[in-house]
């Protein structure tokens, strides 16, 4: 990654950015892939399971979410470490975060699990809220293994690598498909489990995934270095504080914007069972789209932080808007795809006509933020990058719990839009925090003093 290169040739930094981000789009999408199956088997098995998966995704996910974000500290860190050619450093950071994200996920499991009495009474249909546990628990056991998964792929990513993730990813997504068929309707002399069957399906993939990735590293050449160098690394409190001081932040920063989303899904789930269906089928499809853009923030936090490590800081601001513009790019055209095919997308989960038509009209709402979205998210990936975490905690604070859910509640119920007031909320929430993460990168990145400095 020669940053002279980059700078001489603008168009460099794009051709950099795209090789490190399609691997990492195809491995986000894979993720969604799963979740993406299991409503659609579940939409055509029927109604009730589709709304109880979408409101157990809900409960769950601020928890997933939070966890995951947590682990991407891993990144920038290792990333650092690499822009400074340091190996010994990026194996303490292997080891003592790997610690770290896996207690930080028995914890949240514990709390995921002191949830699970509470489903009924979170407002749900007496249907919907009988069925949930089913696809729930499963979930929650998943979480552990995806956190180990996770500080594999984070570490990796910090090294430049993001093509093994991508692999593992795909092969995930097939066999979910896979089990999915069989178990949630009984296929090959396997039990028609319905819902459930969609949460085992899950846990099973999301158990093997860890180990995939785990006989990787024990076995690849391109890991030596890090095998050598983890064998002296030891637990550090000094190491762990500051990956635990990085972690947190970044776990809510994701806690907040996907909390505002899962508050949106329980708010569809009190006005009704075909809201909340047609909730889940819409979210999905504007997800699928999101995981490409969180792709190319992922590899803007690889190239941000590789030249933030090497004291590189014009090559860092240009990989940073560089990726602005992609992302916008590609947001842009889905958005234009969204909008073509919104009347038909959702026939693909459900012969629901009610449900197919309002997930259409709400489809509208997902095309008009694909923009902000996706710049929010690489904007915020490049602030992650450079290890600056608290001061955009609380702009995602601002964003999402301040008006996103105020904004989605009044507009929903006070003023009677329903289902159209909760993602007009999003909208908004979602054009505040591009903004205030854009003009926050702006000013780190074009200072006069080093970013180091001005950070601390």
Same mark, same amino acid.
Do not use: C
């Given at each position: ?353 009610? *449900?197919? /038509?309002? +997930?259409?009209?709400?489809? @509208? !709402?997902? $095309?008009? =933020?694909? %923009?902000?979205? &996706?710049? #929010? ?49 999003? *909208?908004? /929430?979602? +054009?505040?925090?591009?903004? @205030? !993460?854009? $003009?926050? =990168?702006? %000013?780190?990145? &074009?200072? #006069? ?8």
């Amino acid at each position: 990654m020669s940053a002279k290169t980059s700078l001489d040739r603008p168009a460099g930094h794009y051709i950099a950015h795209i090789k490190l981000a399609i691997p990492i789009m195809f491995s986000q999408m894979g993720h969604l892939i799963v979740q993406i199956t299991d409503s659609m088997m579940l939409g055509h098995y029927d109604t009730t399971a589709l709304a109880a998966s979408s409101f157990a995704q809900s409960v769950f996910i601020i928890g997933l979410v939070f966890s995951i974000g947590f682990t991407l500290a891993m990144t920038p860190l290792v990333g650092a470490a690499r822009g400074a050619k340091d190996v010994a450093a990026a194996a303490q950071w292997l080891k003592n975060g790997a610690a770290v994200n896996l207690a930080v996920a028995l914890l949240v499991t514990l709390l995921l699990l002191a949830l699970y009495p509470q489903l009924n009474r979170m407002g749900q249909t007496p249907a919907v809220a009988a069925a949930a546990g089913a696809y729930y628990l499963p979930l929650v056991a998943s979480l552990a293994p995806v956190i180990l998964f996770q500080t594999f792929r984070q570490f990796t990513e910090g090294i430049g690598n993001t093509r093994i993730a991508a692999a593992i990813t795909v092969l995930e997504a097939l066999l979910n498909i896979i089990l999915d068929y069989a178990l949630i309707f009984g296929q090959w002399g396997f039990p028609r489990l319905g819902l459930a069957g969609a949460g085992l399906a899950t846990l099973i993939v999301r158990l093997a995934m860890p180990l995939a990735f785990a006989i990787f590293f024990v076995r690849l050449s391109l890991f030596a270095p890090y095998r050598a160098a983890l064998r002296p690394a030891r637990w550090s409190r000094a190491i762990a504080g500051r990956y635990l001081k990085l972690g947190l932040p970044l776990g809510g920063q994701f806690a907040l914007e996907v909390g505002a989303f899962a508050a949106g899904a329980l708010m569809m789930g009190w006005l009704g069972e075909i809201e909340q269906a047609a909730h889940q089928i819409a979210i999905g499809i504007a997800s699928f789209t999101f995981m490409g853009a969180s792709g190319i923030a992922a590899a803007t936090t690889i190239r941000v932080s590789y030249y933030f490590g090497a004291g590189e800081q014009a090559a860092m601001r240009a990989a940073g808007f560089a990726a602005a513009r992609i992302v916008m790019a590609y947001m842009g055209f889905m958005a234009l795809v969204i909008l073509a095919l919104r009347s038909t997308l959702p026939m693909l989960y459900t012969r629901d006509s009610a *449900v197919i /038509g309002m +997930a259409a009209r709400l489809l @509208l !709402f997902a $095309a008009a =933020f694909q %923009l902000v979205d &996706g710049l #929010q998210v690489v904007m915020l990936a490049a602030l992650r990058a450079l290890t600056d975490a608290a001061v955009p905690t609380a702009l995602a604070f601002v964003a999402y719990l301040l008006v996103t859910l105020p904004t989605s509640y009044a507009l929903a119920f006070p003023l009677g839009w329903r289902e159209a007031g909760i993602w007009m909320g999003y *909208v908004a /929430g979602l +054009a505040l925090a591009a903004g @205030l !993460f854009l $003009a926050r =990168f702006h %000013l780190l990145s &074009g200072a #006069q003093q080093p970013v180091r400095r001005r950070l601390g």
